[in-house]
């Protein structure tokens, strides 16, 4: 019930997170007629986006990777006019990649996700047997140490403020103190960085992309059970979204605002 219902797929379906995307695709500027792997590709909406940008995409094979097999066949779904392209879906764990993958490829895409994986050494040091010499390594992450301006401090101490206050006074809960999920377990820019170069790539660029979120994703995500889980740890997934949500409501509602910024950090390396 947890994968079906409290999944990323409603926050990453908002406009402004399709932008996001497209600007990562577009920093990345990948050649067209090789291969590329959209590692944790879930639904297929990142793949998608991926497709849009490809002139001719019957030239690229595009590699879908993902551990849920459910996520995946929504991908089959979700994808199933793009008649003029190829596309091939791979269910695999993302630490596992170059098992699943033999031929070499010339990309891998892993979309705000790499903050999930433990050991990201090992994660990486395998995106890097799956890449020919040359062949670009692209992502992105929200979760890292740097995300939240100065400026938007307040929204998230009176939104956390009132969605905890909610809990207690209309469920009679309380958060329990817990190890923190493995997205709070955040690298700052400088150790993502050296984390790809000793890793076998050489960064070409680095970017801090400020995103403008409105209300509807600051409810998105409140229904999304890792973002839960970090606020909220310990309360059962129903009561702990609904008092984030009606927090993120009263907060936007008080502050006059109809958007925060949240900084997505961009990178693209090349396999040297």
Not at 225 to 240: L, N, Q, T, Y
Not at 251 to 261: D, G
């Amino acid at each position: 019930m947890t994968e079906q219902k409290y999944t990323f797929t409603k926050f990453s379906s908002n406009p402004f997170y399709e932008e996001i995307t497209d600007r990562l695709i577009q920093l990345a500027d990948i050649q067209e007629g090789g291969r590329i792997i959209d590692l944790a590709c879930g639904t297929g909406l990142v793949t998608k986006r991926i497709m849009a940008h490809l002139t001719d995409a019957r030239d690229t094979m595009i590699i879908g990777v993902d551990h849920s097999a459910s996520a995946l066949r929504e991908a089959v779904v979700e994808l199933k006019d793009a008649k003029n392209s190829a596309v091939v879906f791979v269910e695999s764990q993302v630490e596992q990649l170059s098992e699943a993958i033999k031929e070499k490829v010339d990309a891998v895409f892993y979309c705000n996700a790499i903050h999930y994986v433990p050991d990201k050494d090992t994660l990486i040091q395998d995106i890097a047997q799956t890449i020919k010499p040359g062949g670009k390594f692209v992502f992105n992450t929200s979760f890292y140490d740097g995300p939240v301006p100065e400026s938007t401090l307040a929204f998230y101490r009176k939104w956390m403020f009132k969605a905890h206050r909610i809990l207690n006074k209309e469920y009679g809960l309380r958060a329990q103190k817990s190890e923190k999920v493995e997205s709070r377990r955040q690298l700052n820019v400088k150790q993502y960085r050296e984390l790809v170069e000793r890793n076998g790539f050489q960064i070409l660029k680095e970017k801090i992309d400020p995103v403008k979120v409105p209300l509807q994703g600051w409810i998105d995500i409140s229904k999304f059970s890792d973002f839960i889980e970090g606020s909220m740890p310990g309360v059962p997934f129903d009561k702990a979204s609904a008092a984030l949500r009606k927090a993120a409501r009263q907060t936007f509602e008080e502050m006059k605002i109809t958007y925060t910024v949240r900084n997505w950090l961009d990178i693209v390396a090349v396999r040297v």
